[in-house]
């Protein structure tokens, strides 16, 4: 048993706890988490244990990072920030070949330093199969998004054949392990303008009969609305630089947003990445369109290519947003503490508990974890989290803040 106190706990499902007190097995099963001055006889006893570790600081759950690309953690430092959208895809194709040793190295780097950030959970997309066997090794709480990319009609069944490949593929492998409660996998799209209506019907299918959860990039800056109202912007040259021939589609003259999450049930859990260029009237439309909603930042990622953030103040009181750090080809690091500044730096819409909950309960119930991660309660394995050089007055983070996983 491990016994750990702080400051302030913050269990994120309750109040937070000042000088607050966490029992937690070995295996990092929450036993309690208590006030002291409120405290059983037998809580008192923990209190008192020669073994209590007392932090200046927060206690935390784990982190959960909602959006990642661990398949392109080979990447890192290869693409020159600042350069935009349109650029960094076409240098994402110039770049991501490598080899498949190379490519697992980087992988398995990349989750370890997601580890000692405090990441707990990944919603990570893949490709091909390159982040399968890691994944295996269970050190994290994944859902993996297989992803699907096509806007020609004409290849929507190739394109959806091989993500179903892929995803037998991901079964194969979770037969070969025990324990698979730590790997859940769908098959979600792209973006908008990388799926054709035909291809978000048949991915919109699969996650209604296989009661899945979808993740979408969603509206990363203003070509997207441009292309599917107008057919103009850069889009279009980016789709001729791909080979893709649209000259018998025509824009829907609506948002891309809204072109695309008409196709899904209301009932299907969706992740809507980036969110850029959002506007309120698109927030409400889809919230008032789709019941399980999550509308997820990677301001990290945001910052790196375009040099601009959302429009928080759009998402101003919402309960539905959760965080990511996209992957080490369009961010300088994976760590959710960072991304949780990159918010509070750029705007003061969210506190910082708002916050705190994006990136651990939210996040564990955007994903399907929420019955072991996101939250310090009894019975939980949420992964316990140490943030120090906080403002312990505020009970805010600071510049200087920094996080330590209290289970490594």
């Keep these: 048993m491990k016994f750990f106190s702080a400051s302030c706990v913050f269990p994120v499902g309750t109040a937070p706890i000042p ?21 059983s006889l ?6 008192s244990h020669p073994n209590l570790q007392v932090f200046q600081g927060f206690i935390t759950p784990g982190f959960v990072n909602a959006h990642c690309h661990l398949e392109l953690s080979h990447v890192k430092e290869k693409i020159k920030p600042g350069e935009g959208l349109d650029q960094f895809i076409r240098n994402i194709e110039k770049t991501r070949k490598a080899g498949d040793e190379e490519i ?19 919603g990570d997309i893949s490709n091909g199969k390159n982040s399968f066997s890691q994944k295996m090794q269970q050190n994290i709480h994944y859902h993996t ?41 769908s098959i979600s799209p792209h973006a908008p303008y990388s799926a054709s209506a035909e291809l978000l019907k048949k991915i919109a299918l699969h996650a209604t009969q296989n009661q899945s959860v979808i993740s979408m990039h969603n509206q990363e800056n203003e070509d997207e609305n441009l292309f599917f109202k107008e057919k103009k912007g850069n889009i279009p040259d980016r789709l001729a630089y791909f080979n893709v021939d649209i000259s018998d589609w025509q824009p829907t003259g609506k948002s891309s947003l809204q072109s695309a999450l008409q196709y899904f049930s209301s009932d299907s859990p969706i992740l809507l990445v980036h969110n850029t260029v959002t506007p309120i009237e698109d927030k ?15 301001p990290g990622a945001n910052l790196y290519i375009e040099n601009r953030l959302p429009d ?20 300088t690091g994976l760590s959710i503490l960072e991304e949780i500044k990159h918010i509070r730096k750029g705007s003061s819409v969210f506190s910082f508990e708002d916050l705190l909950r994006f990136a651990t309960l939210n996040g564990a119930k955007a994903l399907g974890f929420q019955a072991q991660l996101g939250s310090i309660e009894k019975g939980k394995h949420p992964g316990l989290n140490l943030l120090s050089h906080v403002d312990i007055e505020k009970l805010d983070i600071q510049d200087s803040t920094q996080v330590k996983n209290l289970l490594i």
Excluded at 42 to 47: K, L, N, V, Y
Aim: aromatic residues 12%; contains cysteine.
């Design 145 to 185: 998004f297989i992803e699907v990319f096509s806007f020609k009609s004409s290849f929507a069944d190739a394109a959806f054949q091989h993500a179903l490949s892929l995803w037998d593929a991901f079964h194969d492998a979770l037969a070969s392990i025990q324990q698979t409660a730590y790997n859940s996998v």
């Design 284 to 298: 409400l439309w889809a919230e008032k369109h789709s019941k399980q909603l999550h509308w997820c930042f990677c």
């Design 104 to 122: 697992k190295e980087a992988i398995a780097n990349a989750e370890y330093e997601m580890i000692r950030n405090g990441i707990i959970g990944v």
């Design 312 to 331: 928080f103040s759009v998402f101003a009181g919402s309960d539905h947003c959760i965080l990511g750090t996209d992957s080490l080809a369009s961010n």
């Design 42 to 47: 037998e809580q008192q006893a923990i209190a």
């Design 19 to 39: 000088n607050g007190i966490v029992a937690v097995t070995e295996r990092g099963e929450i036993v309690d988490v208590f006030n002291p001055l409120e405290a």
